[in-house]
């Protein structure tokens, strides 16, 4: 009975052993999967937020020239109005010489 006994505790005391193997390996495994499945989510976290900021950067880029076409146009119509401005003011110029001399 003794021997039986001793028999018995070995047994469960193998048993207690293999089950804290066991569940030692499947934790090692947990914690591993779970620092695998972090750094997916932190790679793909990286990796939409450069592609919210080269979407962001297009736009700006894209707005920075529809600014600078539109600051071009208006330049050149105000250069165009000065330049039709300066030639009116030339003809008044020849004219007002032109009048002085035939006035003498």
């Known amino acids: 009975m003794a021997k ?3 028999d018995a505790i070995r ?3 193998l048993k207690t052993a293999q089950a804290e193997s066991e569940a030692k390996a499947a ?3 947990r914690v591993q999967q779970a620092e695998e499945d972090a ?3 932190l790679e793909e976290g990286v990796a ?3 592609e919210k900021v080269s979407q962001a950067l297009a736009a700006a880029e894209e707005a920075e020239k529809s600014l600078l076409a539109k600051q071009s146009e208006d330049t050149d119509g105000e ?3 000065l330049k039709q401005t300066a030639e009116a003011k030339k ?3 020849i004219a007002a ?3 002085s001399l035939t006035n003498e």
């Open 48 to 50: 939409k937020a450069k």
């Open 79 to 81: 250069i165009a109005q």
């Open 97 to 99: 010489i032109v009048g």
């Open 11 to 13: 047994e469960l005391e």
């Open 39 to 41: 750094v997916t989510l």
């Open 27 to 29: 934790a090692i495994q």
């Open 91 to 93: 003809q008044e110029a």
């Open 4 to 6: 039986e006994t001793i």
